[in-house]
T-cell receptor, first 113, second 114 residues
Framework: GQQLNQSPQSMFIQEGEDVSMNCTSSSIFNTWLWYKQDPGEGPVLLIALYKAGELTSNGRLTAQFGITRKDSFLNISASIPSDVGIYFC?????????????FGKGTKLSVKP | NAGVTQTPKFRILKIGQSMTLQCTQDMNHNYMYWYRQDPGMGLKLIYYSVGAGITDKGEVPNGYNVSRSTTEDFPLRLELAAPSQTSVYFCASNFRTGALYGYTFGSGTRLTVV
């Protein structure tokens, strides 16, 4: 099946620093999604990308859909303590009757005030 | 809007017991999913449904059953609980509008099988 490699596994950064994480796939996706999960909660959608090359921002977050359709990255600028959590990338190929997501294993972000 | 509601939030089962994890959404979404999340791992799809009366297996369906009698409800059934089913279970629903897709997740059910 399709595999997603997400890196890094974890990051420890100082408040105010920028953060970058990425996902690569063994095959192409039509959609890339980035989620954040707080402890004890379900994942919450941050950014959705629907076209190769697309660059989309949501506040301090910026994500890009790679040209090859096999990768995506997420940047967080000027991190703050509430950015702490686990960030997941997810890829999807819509069409047919499925449309289910393939998830990366997550990047755990810790921010020191 | 309540979104996706899962119950219970926590449960401890003994090996061989059965239980049903409940999931309800009030967004009139046709697509619903059950995922499990093991420590340090991403979410893996157990079962999904594209509408009332239609269900299909995901990546890890063994040991589980589902039904979808209404658009709103998508319960997940464990018939003979095993320690390997200790996990956090997430239900999600999905809208599909043209080329746009968005998943909404419930807050999870943490299940321990002892």
């Amino acid at each position: 099946g399709q595999q997603l490699n997400q890196s890094p596994q974890s990051m420890f950064i100082q408040e105010g620093e920028d953060v970058s994480m990425n996902c690569t796939s063994s095959s192409i996706f039509n959609t890339w999604l980035w989620y954040k999960q707080d402890p004890g909660e379900g994942p919450v959608l941050l950014i959705a990308l629907y076209k190769a090359g697309e660059l989309t921002s949501n506040g301090r977050l910026t994500a890009q859909f790679g040209i090859t359709r096999k990768d995506s990255f997420l940047n967080i600028s000027a991190s703050i303590p509430s950015d702490v959590g686990i960030y997941f990338c997810a890829g999807m190929n819509y069409g047919g009757s499925q449309g289910n997501l393939i998830f990366g294993k997550g990047t755990k972000l810790s921010v020191k005030p | 809007n309540a979104g996706v509601t899962q119950t219970p939030k926590f449960r401890i089962l003994k090996i061989g017991q059965s239980m049903t994890l409940q999931c309800t959404q009030d967004m009139n979404h046709n697509y619903m999913y059950w995922y499990r999340q093991d420590p340090g791992m991403g979410l893996k799809l157990i079962y999904y449904s594209v509408g009332a009366g239609i269900t299909d297996k995901g990546e890890v369906p063994n040991g589980y059953n589902v039904s979808r009698s209404t658009t709103e409800d998508f319960p997940l059934r464990l018939e003979l609980a095993a320690p390997s089913q200790t996990s956090v279970y997430f239900c999600a629903s999905n809208f599909r509008t043209g080329a746009l897709y968005g998943y909404t997740f419930g807050s999870g059910t943490r299940l321990t099988v002892v």
